[in-house]
């Protein structure tokens, strides 16, 4: 299965933009870009996901490299309730049709 | 909707026990999956479905079974208990179209399983 790459932690203050990248060079052509995150105690919750366009949701954007060898999640403002752990992961048609693997993700810490 | 619900939301068990944790949708999923978050970690598949009668193993199988009988339900049976089980479970479900606007794994509240 496809792997992505993202760093441990990041910072940002409240109401800036954020940008959360993520590293997946050996992804195949049928594998999507997907966002969660978890903030404290809770389960998993859906951010975002694309193919080869960029994306735009109610929660955030996702940009993605005409390569498609990485992406970025883009928190528009971030507010304190953004503070959670990020993960970005791939999932395709084919052996990982239905399955998602989370990686370690990226702690972003908001500072008031 | 309820969304995914999962019970219970606590459990300790004694190593060697057996026992069910339940995981319900209703929001007609095909797919369903089952993962485990210990401190500090992220989430590891244990065994997912893409529909009723489907299942298959995920990262971490081994002392799990599951099973599929209805498109609703997706229980996680815990064989024998042991002391490494004890984690954070949770339960999610999603449509299988990608390109459909409602796309996305929803995932229960967790089941604290200690085993002691």
């Known amino acids: 299965d496809a792997k992505t790459t993202q760093p441990n932690s990041m910072e940002s203050n409240e109401e800036e933009p954020v940008h959360l990248p993520c590293n997946h060079s050996?992804?195949?052509?049928?594998?999507?870009i997907h966002w969660y995150r978890q903030l404290p105690s809770q389960g998993p919750e859906y951010v975002i996901h694309g193919l080869t366009s960029n994306v735009n949701n109610r929660m955030a954007s996702l940009a993605i490299a005409e390569d498609r060898k990485s992406s970025t999640l883009i928190l528009h403002r971030a507010t304190l309730r953004d503070a959670a752990v990020y993960y970005c992961i791939l999932s395709g048609r084919g052996s990982t049709l239905g399955r998602l693997y989370f990686g370690r993700g990226t702690q972003l810490t908001v500072w008031p | 909707n309820a969304g995914v619900t999962q019970t219970p939301k606590f459990q300790v068990l004694k190593t060697g026990q057996s026992m069910t944790l339940q995981c319900a949708q209703d929001m007609n999923h095909e797919y369903m999956s089952w993962y485990r978050q210990d401190p500090g970690m992220g989430l590891r598949l244990i065994h997912y479905s893409v529909g009723a009668g489907i299942t298959d193993q995920g990262e971490v199988p081994n002392g799990y079974n599951v099973s599929r009988s209805t498109t609703e339900d997706f229980p996680l049976r815990l064989l024998s208990a042991a002391p490494s089980q004890t984690s954070v479970y949770f339960c999610a479900s999603s449509y299988s179209k990608k390109d459909s606007p409602n796309y996305g794994y929803t995932f229960g509240s967790g089941t604290r399983l200690t085993v002691v």
């Open positions: 050996t992804i195949s052509g049928t594998d999507y």
